[in-house]
T-cell receptor, first 111, second 113 residues
Framework: TQLLEQSPQFLSIQEGENLTVYCNSS?????LQWYRQEPGEGPVLLVT?????EVKKLKRLTFQFGDARKDSSLHITAAQPGDTGLYLC???????????FGGGTRVLVKP | NAGVTQTPKFQVLKTGQSMTLQCAQD?????MYWYRQDPGMGLRLIYY???????DKGEVPNGYNVSRLNKREFSLRLESAAPSQTSVYFC????????????FGPGTRLTVT
């Protein structure tokens, strides 16, 4: 089993719908990151959360770090085809520790 | 700035052949990383270099070697390729080991037959 479990593995929705992706662990993380990866490219960092309960917004994307720093969620409001991609959560168990990735959630937004 | 560059973009090897994947960054970063990405498994760390002159094993180092040639360049070598090494390989860099953000290259898609 992976240290960070993402769900669902695949999500297909219509343009304009909302979606939520989850990232869960039994371990406490000092920080969590969300990346988006498009086909043929490397992951690109969207956000880093470091404080339990923290909520960050990036246009239509809302990121939340759980109070106990063991889980995170990514919510997209009114999804657009440009949101299509592989969403990866990743975290540091302790500062300076290696970055651990979840298995990813593939999102498809149909026009 | 090109960011992180990787060569080649695609490679097909026969079992037992060797090859080196090249990575360079122009952001003056101290730390560099090699990952492999397999379906459903996210990215797994193969080796990393916290600073010039140092390298350390990651989660899946077996069958690989690395060289931190200078501050800019970090190469990954497969001495005797195996089908299990078929994957997409990503190089990344960060300002230092404690920095949250890692910048990734475009990847090398390797197939071992």
């Amino acid at each position: 089993t992976q240290l960070l479990e993402q769900s669902p593995q695949f999500l297909s929705i219509q343009e304009g719908e909302n979606l939520t992706v989850y990232c869960n662990s039994s371990s406490v993380f000092s920080s969590l990151q969300w990346y988006r990866q498009e086909p043929g490219e490397g992951p690109v960092l969207l956000v880093t959360v470091v404080t339990g309960g923290e909520v960050k917004k990036l246009k239509r994307l809302t990121f939340q770090f759980g109070d106990a720093r063991k889980d995170s969620s990514l919510h997209i409001t009114a999804a657009q085809p440009g949101d299509t991609g592989l969403y990866l959560c990743a975290g540091h168990l302790t500062a300076g520790n290696k970055l651990t990735f979840g298995g990813g959630t593939r999102v498809l937004v149909k026009p | 700035n090109a960011g992180v560059t990787q060569t080649p973009k695609f490679q097909v090897l026969k079992t037992g052949q060797s090859m080196t994947l090249q990575c360079a960054q122009d952001m003056n970063h101290n730390s560099m990383y090699w990952y492999r990405q397999d379906p459903g498994m996210g990215l797994r760390l193969i080796y990393y270099s916290a600073s010039e002159g140092t390298t350390d094993k990651g989660e899946v180092p077996n069958g690989y070697n690395v060289s931190r040639l200078n501050k800019r360049e970090f190469s990954l070598r497969l001495e005797s390729a195996a089908p299990s090494q078929t994957s997409v390989y990503f190089c990344a860099s960060s300002l230092n080991r404690d920095t949250y953000e890692q910048y990734f290259g475009p990847g090398t898609r390797l197939t071992v037959t």
